[in-house]
């Protein structure tokens, strides 16, 4: 990036969607010092909470090992903030408090601030000014021209218009769908369409690891279905610790990027509690590959459907600690809580065995 707009403007890049009304905090790090190590982002907070924030935002951004960091905040002001040929720029720049508190508590921690920036948004046009001395302003550039842009489109990046798309990616299905699935795991009716081809022997009993293997090699394929049988056999294997983190495994090797797709999908089509099998899987494959923003969202779909879930509460620590994706993974390796109990289905077909 060669100059304060372009930072501002590769945001969207940086998060996997476009923030809006936000204070973002970027480290940078590495051996020039100039390599962003960590990217952080919040709802513009209200005045009392300010404090609390800030000091929490400090304590993760040391995570990092920072040499300098940015401090960005992104809001409409009254006047407007992103007129075409003419941007309404405030002198000085709305929220100066807000970030005057958070670059005092990274001050204190002994990381140096050297940038300060208020935009009115991330995109093309709008305005943007320096709290500074110099106060250096000027408009925003197209995002979709800068080399940060170029070099994430093609390393594959997606970006979303918000945080709400984003959420949509893993939002429930339509209630009468999980509802059927549901009695489907009560019941000890076999799972035709198990493997797409109406085969029965889909379940955990049956061999539920050729049922996750044959749903990843389809989701690479790009030719994934699920109908009620596979998404029900999925459940049932996935409720076995020992296929469900052969399955992370394979998940986190290189070239399995397609992975996610099958994670999100589940996500959407299978019921509670079950879901966080797959939610969970999900933000594990976000954590690795640093994306915090998909990995935030996946383990609150997994932790509403299973507060307790002994994956995603570990999985949601190492999000909240700002955690490398190296140290995810080296964590993953390490034995961790006690696998689940059975759902609801193999729980009542065990009982019956004895």
Do not use: K
Not at 73 to 93: I, M, N, Q
Not at 104 to 130: N, Q
């Amino acid at each position: 990036m060669r100059d304060p707009s372009e930072l501002v403007a590769g945001l969207p890049y940086l998060m996997g969607f476009r923030p809006r009304e936000s204070l973002v905090v970027v480290a940078f790090g590495g051996a020039s010092g100039r390599r962003i190590t960590l990217t952080m982002r919040i709802d513009l907070p209200p005045p009392e909470h300010v404090p609390d924030i800030s000091r929490a935002l400090a304590e993760n951004v040391l995570r990092a090992r920072p040499t300098g960091a940015a401090v960005i905040v992104l809001g409409e002001v009254d006047g407007g903030g992103a007129v075409s040929g003419a941007p309404f720029t405030p002198s000085p720049p709305p929220h100066l408090p807000l970030v005057t508190e958070v670059v005092d508590a990274l001050a204190r921690r002994g990381v140096d601030v050297h940038t300060r920036l208020w935009s009115a948004s991330t995109e093309a046009g709008a305005a943007w000014a320096c709290y500074d001395t110099c106060s250096c302003r000027g408009v925003l550039p197209d995002p979709d021209a800068t080399p940060l842009a170029a070099t994430a489109v093609a390393a594959g990046a997606v970006v979303h218009a918000d945080r709400a798309a984003l959420e949509q990616l893993v939002a429930p299905g339509p209630p009468d769908r999980l509802r059927r699935r549901a009695a489907m795991l009560h019941s000890d009716v076999p799972d035709r369409g198990a493997t797409g081809e109406g085969d029965p022997e889909g379940d955990v009993d049956g061999g539920g690891q050729a049922v996750v293997d044959a749903a990843l090699a389809d989701a690479a394929a790009g030719r994934l279905h699920l109908d009620d049988g596979r998404v029900v056999a999925l459940a049932r294997a996935l409720s076995d610790p020992l296929i469900r983190d052969a399955a992370l495994l394979r998940s986190a090797e290189p070239g399995m990027e397609s992975a996610e797709h099958l994670w999100a999908a589940l996500a959407r089509e299978m019921p509670d509690p079950e879901v966080a099998e797959p939610a969970a899987l999900l933000a594990a494959c976000a954590l690795l590959r640093g994306d915090g923003a998909m990995a935030g969202i996946a383990l609150a779909r997994a932790l509403r459907a299973h507060p307790r879930h002994p994956l995603s509460r570990l999985l949601r620590r190492a999000w909240a600690a700002g955690m490398r994706p190296s140290q995810v993974r080296e964590c993953l390796r390490r034995p961790h809580a006690p696998p689940l109990p059975p759902p609801r289905a193999n729980r009542r077909r065990r009982r019956r065995r004895r």
